[in-house]
């Protein structure tokens, strides 16, 4: 059984910056799993934030956090991150990170495992 765990989370004031990682349990499962950041806020959908290939040689990010945020990778220790710049109070949410064999990073359900998701707020 694969286990993602997400950590990082927290309270954050506005156009601060936040780092959020994800740990996979398994180095070799890892390593053939492209990665995908979702977030969910209260009352709305999970939605698609960023991803990165299985082997760091492609990203792919949401509109809304172009330019703020930055997912990357360490194969050898099984974690992804995502850095989070310029916050805004609109990326108050639950952050979850997932793992994919498919290759279209932002269909939700072409993820194989996901975490239990690390809270993000930003306040004014």
């Known amino acids: 059984q694969v286990q993602l765990v997400e950590s990082g989370g927290g309270l954050v004031q506005v156009g601060g910056s936040l780092r959020v990682s994800c740990a996979v349990s398994?180095?070799?499962?890892?390593?053939?799993?492209?990665m995908g950041w979702f977030r969910q806020a209260p009352g709305k959908e999970r939605e698609f934030v960023a991803a990165?290939?299985?082997?760091?040689?492609?990203?792919d990010y949401a509109d809304s956090v172009k330019g703020r945020f930055t997912i990357s990778r360490d194969n050898a220790k099984n974690c992804v991150y995502l850095q989070m710049n310029s916050l805004k109070l609109e990326d108050t949410a639950v952050y979850y990170c997932?793992?994919?064999?498919?290759?279209?990073?932002?269909?939700?359900?072409?993820?194989?495992?996901w975490g239990q998701g690390t809270q993000v707020t930003v306040s004014s």
């Open positions: 997932a793992g994919s064999y498919g290759s279209w990073f932002r269909d939700r359900s072409a993820y194989n495992y």
């Open positions: 398994s180095r070799r499962t890892f390593n053939s799993l492209n």
């Open positions: 990165i290939s299985w082997n760091g040689g492609t990203s």
